[in-house]
C-alpha cells in the first residue's frame, strides 16, 4: 500500500545541521518532495528528486534518497530560525499523475 | 511568473451550505490537484484535473466534486457540508508528473470554516 511516515519533532540549535527522515512504502515512487509549510501557510516547494537518483544538492538543501530502504532524507545546513516550520515528505506514484502521498510532516524548531 | 492562485483565502458556512473554491494554475500548467489539510487526518489527496478531465480520485465522498476548464483553471464544490469538512483546501499545479518534469507547485489554500 501507500504509506509515508515522518518523525513528528526535531529541534536544533541555530547553526547546526537539521536532518530530517522519511520512509515511504511503494517501490513504484517517480518523484520525492520535500516540502515547508509555515503557519497558515501553504506548501512552499523546497526540493525534489526523480527516484532513480540518490542525492541532490541544492544550496543549504542536500537530498538523499536510499531507494533499497525506502529512506529519504532533507539535510539543512546551517539550520536558521527562519527554517522553523513543517517540513513534509511526499511521493508520487509512477502512472498516478499529481497524486502525491504525503506524511504526517516534522514540526522543525530551531533555538538560537 | 506568478504563482497558484486560490480564491477565497478565507470562508465561514454554515452546515448544510454548500461550498465553491476556485484555482488558477501557473501559466503553462495543465494539470490541477486538490487536497484536503486537517489536523487529525493531515493532507489528503481529493482529485486532480488535466486537460478539463478528471484524472485521479481520492477516497472522499461524492459532496466534493470538482471541474477544469479550458484555459486549466479549476474550481471544487463540497455540497451539503458538514462540520468536518471545516480545513485548509490547498491547490497544486504542474505540467504533467507523468513527464520528466517533476516540479509541483501549491497555492496558499481556502481556509473553509463550517459552523
Known amino acids: 500500500g501507500e504509506d509515508v511516515e515522518q518523525s513528528l519533532f526535531l529541534s536544533v540549535r541555530e547553526g547546526d545541521s537539521s536532518v530530517i527522515n522519511c520512509t515511504y512504502t511503494?517501490?513504484?515512487?517517480?518523484?520525492l518532495y520535500w516540502y515547508k509549510q509555515e503557519p497558515g501557510a501553504g506548501l512552499q516547494l523546497l526540493t525534489y528528486?526523480?527516484?532513480?537518483?540518490d542525492m541532490k544538492q541544492d544550496q543549504r538543501l542536500t537530498v538523499l534518497l536510499n531507494k533499497k530502504d525506502k529512506h529519504l532524507s532533507l539535510r539543512i545546513a546551517d539550520t536558521q530560525t527562519g527554517d522553523s516550520a513543517i517540513y513534509f515528505c511526499a511521493e508520487s506514484i509512477d502512472g498516478q499523475g499529481g497524486k502525491l502521498i504525503f506524511g504526517q510532516g516534522t514540526e522543525l524548531s530551531v533555538k538560537p | 511568473k506568478a504563482g497558484v492562485t486560490q480564491t477565497p483565502r478565507y470562508l465561514i458556512k454554515t452546515r448544510g451550505q454548500q461550498v465553491t473554491l476556485s484555482c488558477s494554475p501557473i501559466?503553462?500548467?495543465?494539470?490541477v490537484s486538490w487536497y484536503q489539510q486537517t489536523p487529525g487526518q493531515g493532507l489528503q489527496f481529493l482529485f486532480e484535473y488535466f486537460s478539463e478531465t478528471q484524472r485521479n480520485k481520492g477516497n472522499f465522498p461524492g459532496r466534493f466534486s470538482g471541474r477544469q476548464f479550458s484555459n486549466s483553471r479549476s474550481e471544487m464544490n463540497v455540497s451539503t457540508l458538514e462540520l468536518g469538512d471545516s480545513a485548509l483546501y490547498l491547490c497544486?499545479?504542474?505540467?504533467?508528473?507523468?513527464?520528466?518534469?517533476?516540479?509541483?507547485?501549491f497555492g496558499e489554500g481556502s481556509r473553509l470554516t463550517v459552523l
Open positions: 528528486i526523480f527516484s532513480n537518483m
Open positions: 511503494d517501490s513504484s515512487s517517480t518523484y
Open positions: 501559466s503553462g500548467h495543465r494539470s
Open positions: 497544486a499545479s504542474s505540467r504533467d508528473l507523468t513527464s520528466a518534469d517533476g516540479e509541483l507547485f
